[in-house]
DNA sequence: ATCCCGAGGG
DNA sequence: CCCTCTGGAT
């Protein structure tokens, strides 16, 4: 199948069908609080970070606080995220940084939020995108495999399908058109067993396969 | 077993 | 570019 701009866009209307109103499951109060939960869910589930947060904020829930804390006593609040030695460490580097270079603010601005510890592209972008309200696509594992599936954006890294989305998408829906990923991958489009008989893009994806 | 909305280091 | 870090869910 050869996908045209029609047929991406015939995809982008059937993910927007499909998954109208989706949005980050991850709880949140304010640009901090979404920022120290998009650290925390690499390799975890949402569910399991909004435990973890809940409790974490009840005790520390600005820079300042956290830095309070002391490294031991946060990586014990958040070990059962994984990875949690490396996420404790970047998070207190991360907290410092933003009390000794903005005012215990998170910044709205990418380079500035992905020159954080333990803050890249991803991170960055869903930040500017979910708590700035400002257009970005995030490119995580789902997004990066479906765009390649789909080929709405095709590339090597994430980065080239950053860009791909960019051109093949609206600008008011890139923000919306990420979650529409996210969700598609989760729920039909997973990573090793693809529910391609049940899924509605397959008449428009030259990745499906027949049972 | 396999996957979960990654990032940093070698 | 590949490796490592990690526990929980299914």
Redesign the pocket.
């Known amino acids: 199948m050869r996908v045209t701009k029609k047929i991406k866009q015939e995809q982008l209307a059937i993910l927007e069908r499909l998954y109208r109103g989706a ?4 709880v949140f109060g304010n640009a901090f609080e979404l920022l120290i939960a ?2 925390l ?8 970070v909004n435990v973890t947060t809940a409790r974490l904020f009840q005790k520390a829930a600005t820079p300042e606080a956290i830095l309070a804390l002391g490294l031991a006593q946060l990586e014990e609040e958040i ?8 996420k404790a460490k ?1 998070i207190m580097a991360a907290c410092q940084m933003l009390c000794e270079q903005y005012g215990g603010e998170v910044p709205a601005d990418f380079e500035a939020l992905q020159s ?9 972008n ?1 930040v500017m995108s979910v708590a700035f309200h400002q257009p970005a696509i ?1 490119v ?3 997004v990066f495999r479906i765009a390649n599936r789909l080929k709405l954006a095709t590339g ?2 994430p980065l080239e399908v950053e860009h791909g989305l960019q051109k093949a998408i609206p600008r008011e829906k890139w923000s919306d058109a990420h ?1 529409w990923l ?1 969700w598609h ?2 729920k039909i489009c ?3 067993k693809p529910l391609c008989t049940e899924c509605p893009l397959a008449p428009v994806c030259p990745s499906s396969e027949p049972a």
């Open positions: 949005k980050p499951e991850l998009v650290i869910s690499a390799q975890c589930t949402d569910k399991r070990r059962d995220c994984g990875l949690f030695r490396n970047n954080l510890p333990g803050v890249g592209r991803k991170t960055a869903v995030a995580d594992t789902h090597k890294t979650h996210i991958g989760r997973k990573a090793r």
